[in-house]
């Protein structure tokens, strides 16, 4: 079964800061899912991948697959960043995705 | 819109009640998802079918039971073999059957017990 990890748990951090959470895991993947959950439960999934790097706005995830370690980064980050920000990995096929139990994101104004 | 809805989005059950929770999507997905979450905890998977009228329970079945005889229902029921009920239930579909699509997901069923 893979173990996911996520660090930190918590982060506060000031507007415009360069924000980075961390991902890695235990056993090989098909893909990694970066998602955010705002305060009323709601899930977003932001990226999906299996290899390299995705930008979209001002998120970036990587992924290092020999490491099994993946990145979220946030540049000039916003008050509406706030949210908690979920790793999860599949392994192969469509049987459900295995979680790490979050990162809780404030940005300050 | 395309979507995941779950309804309703609290419910109250008393001890010894079995519930149903709903979830519905329009996004003509193969895979469905039924996922727990608990203060401190990572999502967890509860059940989930890759087509209709067949499902496999994930790692927390217990005390849970599932259907799927349309492609666009996949309904939850905690039966009162479910010891410690409350928590965040969300729901979510994925557009194959072999893992390469994202899931998306509904905004979920806050479950207390009275």
């Known amino acids: 079964k893979n173990e996911v990890e996520q660090s930190p748990q918590n982060l506060t951090a000031q507007e415009g800061e360069f924000i980075t959470i961390n991902c890695s895991y235990s056993?090989?993947?098909?893909?990694l899912h970066w998602l955010q959950q705002h305060p009323g439960g709601g899930i977003v999934s932001l990226f999906m991948?299996?290899?390299g790097k995705k930008k979209h706005g001002r998120l970036i995830a990587t992924i290092n697959i020999q490491e099994k370690h993946s990145s979220l980064h946030i540049t000039a980050s916003h008050p509406r960043d706030s949210a908690v920000y979920i790793c999860?990995?599949?392994?192969?096929?469509?049987?459900?995705?295995?979680f790490g139990k979050g990162t809780h994101l404030i940005i300050q104004p | 819109d395309g979507g995941i809805t779950q309804s309703p989005k609290y419910l109250f059950r008393k001890e010894g009640q079995n519930v149903t929770l709903s979830c519905e999507q329009n996004?003509?997905?193969?895979?469905m998802y039924w996922y727990r979450q608990d203060p401190g905890q990572g999502l967890r998977l509860i059940y989930y079918?890759?087509?209709?009228?067949?499902?496999q329970k994930g790692d927390i079945a217990e005390g849970y039971s599932v259907s799927r005889e349309k492609k666009e229902s996949f309904p939850l029921t905690v039966t009162s073999a479910q010891k410690n009920p409350t928590a965040f239930y969300l729901c979510?579909?994925?557009?194959?059957?072999?893992?390469?699509?994202?899931?998306?997901f509904g905004d979920g069923t806050r479950l207390s017990i009275l």
């Open positions: 999860a990995v599949q392994g192969g096929g469509a049987d459900g995705l295995t």
């Open positions: 056993v090989g993947i098909s893909a």
């Open positions: 991948l299996s290899s």
């Open positions: 996004l003509n997905h193969d895979a």
């Open positions: 079918s890759q087509i209709v009228n067949d499902f």
């Open positions: 979510a579909s994925s557009g194959d059957r072999v893992g390469t699509q994202p899931q998306h």
